[in-house]
């Protein structure tokens, strides 16, 4: 199974951006990228997805290195409830295998 | 619109007890269903997954087992909990056309066992 690397935590301040980094370096050609993030004793949420090309959506932003190696995940201005795990994914042949995920924290 | 739903939302069972735990699609036909289990900490690992009835992928050996006696219902069991069975337990499902994989997760099953 392909892995993904993601720092294990940031923070962030209130109102202002945040990229996510993850590295994965041993992606295939038809792996999907896909972002969730998990709020405390709840399921995890389904942030975004891509394959090739930069996607937005109203969550976030999907930022995808031309060699498919690595991706950011861009939340242009943090709030309070945005504070989560965030794991970044790839879906290989449908399954998603989830890693250890960045810990996101939001100071006002 | 689609929903799904997971139950109990949490249980506490003896060591060597058995376990059913359910979940059930609404409002879709022939979805992949998966079986996750976050343990203390974080990462989800997959356990079972099925794309049809009587259809079920194991992603990791173990004391658990899954069924899916219609499209839309997915069971997970065991015959004898073990202590390391603890954990919180989430039900996922995912159109069976998409390529891209979108997964729609329930709200989560806490197990302690003692």
């Known amino acids: 199974d392909a892995k993904t690397t993601q720092p294990n935590s940031m923070e962030s301040n209130e109102e202002e951006p945040v990229h996510l980094p993850c590295n994965h370096s041993?992606?295939?050609?038809?792996?999907?990228i896909h972002w969730y993030r998990q709020l405390p004793s709840q399921g995890p949420e389904y942030v975004i997805h891509?394959?090739?090309s930069n996607v937005n959506n109203r969550m976030a932003s999907l930022a995808i290195a031309e060699d498919r190696k690595s991706s950011t995940l861009i939340l242009h201005r943090a709030t309070l409830r945005d504070a989560a795990v965030y794991y970044c994914?790839?879906?290989?042949?449908?399954?998603?295998?989830f890693g250890q995920g960045t810990e996101l924290s939001v100071k006002p | 619109s689609q929903t799904i739903h997971q139950w109990p939302a949490t249980l506490v069972q003896p060591v060597g007890s058995p376990l059913s735990l359910e979940c059930t699609v609404e409002?879709?036909?022939?979805?992949?269903l998966y079986w996750y289990r976050q343990a203390a900490g974080r990462g989800l690992q997959l356990l079972f997954y099925?794309?049809?009835?009587?259809?079920i992928s194991s992603e990791v050996p173990q004391n658990l087992s899954a069924s899916r006696p219609q499209d839309r219902q997915f069971i997970l069991s065991s015959k004898k909990l073990l202590l390391s069975d603890s954990g919180f337990y989430l039900c996922?499902?995912?159109?069976?056309?998409?390529?891209?994989?979108?997964?729609?997760f329930g709200e989560g099953s806490r197990l302690t066992v003692l």
């Open positions: 409002g879709t036909s022939n979805p992949n």
């Open positions: 891509g394959l090739t």
């Open positions: 099925s794309v049809g009835i009587g259809q």
């Open positions: 996922a499902w995912e159109t069976g056309t998409s390529a891209s994989g979108e997964l729609f």
């Open positions: 041993t992606i295939s050609g038809t792996d999907y």
């Open positions: 994914i790839l879906n290989q042949g449908g399954k998603l295998i």
